[in-house]
């Protein structure tokens, strides 16, 4: 059964700084993705990485994926408080059609 | 282009009622799902679907039924509400490397 751990859980910040949210997952798996959830909205996707070494940028957002050691990275540059949201990994398996979740990363910029 | 709508966003039922949500995408998809989302706990998938006629169980089918009689179609059954089925469900329509996900549904079971 895939596993994915997300962390930290919970990550309070101040705005200017760099962090770094992990994803490990447990099995095989051809394709990472990353979301964005604001509150009471839906699930907005960030990246979809799909081989070994990709990595892929968007503003102050960077992921990474390294599928020999099953994990992918999100990394936060010079953090502003519209990042404030919660960030989710997602592994895919079975081809794409099965997608598991990770249980997501609260992300609390302080300006 | 309205990508996947899902209906209702809110609703409360009473224990043992049923209803369905009703998922549409018209992106001609053919692999749809059903989630829920639950504090702490991330996105668990309940069923999925990889072309009409064609369904399977998540990681907690458990209370729900599905049916795929058209590609654009996908609702989910509640045939009897319980409590434990409070919670925000969304419905996602996969495309060649990308999942889009509806609106979501903020249920709550009295």
């Known amino acids: 059964e895939l596993k994915v751990e997300q962390n930290p859980l919970f990550l309070s910040m101040q705005e200017g700084k760099n962090y770094t949210i992990y994803c490990n997952y447990s099995?095989?798996?051809?394709?990472l993705y990353w979301y964005r959830q604001d509150p009471g909205k839906s699930l907005e996707s960030l990246f979809v990485?799909?081989?070994?070494?990709a990595v892929k940028q968007e503003g102050r957002l960077m992921a990474s994926l390294d599928t020999k050691a099953r994990l992918s990275t999100l990394h936060i540059t010079a953090a502003v408080h519209d990042l404030s949201a919660t960030y989710f990994c997602?592994?895919?398996?079975?081809?794409?059609?099965?997608?598991?979740f990770g249980t997501g990363t609260k992300l609390q910029v302080i300006p | 282009n309205a990508g996947v709508t899902q209906t209702p966003k809110f609703q409360v039922l009473k224990t043992g009622q049923s209803m369905t949500l009703q998922c549409a995408q018209d992106?001609?998809?053919?692999?749809m799902s059903w989630y829920r989302q639950d504090p702490g706990m991330g996105l668990r998938l309940i069923h999925y679907?990889?072309?009409?006629?064609?369904?399977d169980q998540g990681e907690v089918p458990n209370g729900y039924n599905v049916s795929r009689s058209t590609t654009e179609d996908f609702p989910l059954r509640l045939l009897s509400a319980a409590p434990s089925q409070t919670s925000v469900y969304f419905c996602?329509?996969?495309?060649?490397?990308?999942?889009?996900f509806g609106q979501g549904t903020r249920l709550t079971v009295v």
């Open positions: 679907s990889v072309g009409a006629g064609i369904t």
């Open positions: 996602a329509s996969t495309g060649d490397t990308e999942a889009f």
């Open positions: 997602a592994v895919g398996s079975g081809g794409y059609q099965k997608v598991t």
């Open positions: 992106m001609n998809h053919e692999y």
């Open positions: 990485l799909l081989s070994n070494g």
């Open positions: 099995t095989t798996s051809d394709r």
